[in-house]
């Protein structure tokens, strides 16, 4: 994936032509789309194939399954055009180690803490725990949130090789600035863009306010 405006688009648009037009609007800023099952649900599993002509795709089925049905999804994920997929780390290292065999080379990003208030319930702690078994399966990233970007920081120290995707700027509270700030490579931006009435001028912003952070 490149690593330009740092910027990823989750397109969980789930009026088709909507989130077409949307990807064409803004896939000349952003660096991936990522998708979910919304717009996936919506539109077929074709649509993977369809939005990688245009950018990266990231497959964000937040896979936890056992070593063979996570074969099985990342095979289907990559065989459409997936360059990437996101799993959840919580069902251990036998499986996060078949995703990452599975995946052939293409990113696998694990889920650390998740940025809503719940997230806080479970997933934050074995936040750091998930980030070191993450890296020792071979993982290319983690998953963490800019809605408490303190957290950021300490998952990343935990995994420092691994780049780190930050969800929950905008709609969930979150700052783009602060998340890179405190660590994050790259942030997922969902409705903040492709609810806006101007999405192009929205994901603009965005990638001018972290290119204004000085890489
Ligand atoms: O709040 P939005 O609209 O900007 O969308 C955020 C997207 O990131 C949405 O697709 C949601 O499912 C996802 N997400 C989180 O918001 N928080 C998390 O902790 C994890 C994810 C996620 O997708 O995991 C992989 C990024």
Redesign the pocket.
């Known amino acids: 994936m490149k690593m330009d405006s740092r910027l990823i688009l989750?397109l969980?648009e789930t009026d088709v032509p909507k989130a077409l037009h949307v990807l064409d609007e803004v896939c000349g800023i952003i660096d991936a789309v990522?998708i979910?099952w919304p717009l996936i649900l919506s539109a077929g599993p074709e649509i993977i194939t369809t939005l990688s002509q245009k950018a990266d795709v990231i497959c964000?089925f937040?896979i936890a399954d056992i070593p063979n049905t996570d074969r099985l999804i990342i095979e289907q994920s990559v065989k459409r055009g997936a360059s990437g997929v996101?799993v959840h780390a919580f069902t251990g290292t036998d499986s996060l180690k078949e995703c990452v065999s599975a995946a052939g080379g293409r990113d696998v990003?694990v889920?650390t803490?998740?940025?809503?208030p719940g997230?806080q319930e479970f997933?934050a702690k074995h936040a750091e725990e998930f980030a070191a078994m993450a890296a020792e399966c071979g993982a290319s990233g983690l998953?963490a949130?800019a809605t408490r970007p303190e957290r950021i920081k300490k998952i990343k120290e935990s995994a420092p090789g691994l780049l780190i995707?930050s969800?929950?700027?905008?709609?969930?509270g979150g700052s783009a600035s602060n998340a890179v700030l405190n660590g994050a490579d790259y942030v997922?931006?969902?409705?903040?863009i492709?609810?806006s009435s101007d999405p192009k001028d929205a994901a603009q912003k965005l990638a001018d306010e972290i290119k204004a952070l000085r890489f």
């Open positions: 989750a969980d990522k979910n964000d937040k996101i990003f889920v803490e998740m940025s809503h997230g997933t998953i949130p995707l969800p929950g700027v905008g709609a969930q997922i931006v969902g409705r903040s492709y609810g």
